[in-house]
């Protein structure tokens, strides 16, 4: 496990995120998204810790993750008990102090993308020698990942020729057509999730997405299903 996947930034803010938490504690996402809404119950001040989101998973679906500050992590960690899960409660410690400690510097003026890039890099070089360039391998931002979800979701729409088709409503041939984009894409980056794409191939991936087609089978299929549906 890589130390600098443990704490991101995100809206100018160390923070780790729900997923992440069940990766490493090696815990269901699903237990400690259940945790966290228990928090929710009982936590005056819960916002100020926890923000909700989406995330895209490996078909495309939005997902409900969660976004924790150092304070909430702790909240949330309290109950992980095991040697293991000391070690990893102390090297989340170790990286929010070294992210928060970084921001610190910059609370001038707000960020620009670039400068949140190097923010990162330069507070996780201490962390680890194998941090050579971490721009270089930073997953896409939410911004960033919305942008990419629906250039992808066009293209699909294009590739049936518009929501309206008789193909794209057939629910099977969509799922298979996405999956279809994914197996292209996880073959050709070498990654098992969109959002996990280094930022610096962001332009590539988006130029892939614009040329990609269906395998020849899977064309002839959607073909079929709109010039069959459309005589109906």
Sequence with gaps: MMTEELVIMHDQQAVTTSLQVAKNFEKLHKNVLRDIDALKRDVLNFEQMFVES????????DRRIYYMNRDGFSLLAMGFTGKKALQFKLKYIDAFNRMEKQLQLQQQRPLTLPEQISLIAKGYESLSADVKDIKDRM???????????????????????????????????RAKTYRALFSSYSET????????????????????????????????????????????
């Design 189 to 232: 980056f070498d990654q098992d999730r969109y959002n996990d794409l280094p930022m610096k191939d962001y332009d590539k991936v988006v130029d892939f997405v614009n040329n990609w087609y269906p395998p020849f089978e899977l064309q002839n299929e959607i073909r079929r299903t709109n010039a069959q549906l459309a005589m109906m």
């Design 54 to 61: 989406t995330e895209l998973d490996s078909y495309g679906r």
């Design 139 to 173: 997953g896409l931002p939410g911004n960033m990942a919305h942008a990419f979800k629906k250039k992808r979701n066009a293209k699909i729409i294009n590739i049936f020729g518009g929501k309206d088709s008789n193909a794209y409503s057939n629910k099977n041939i």
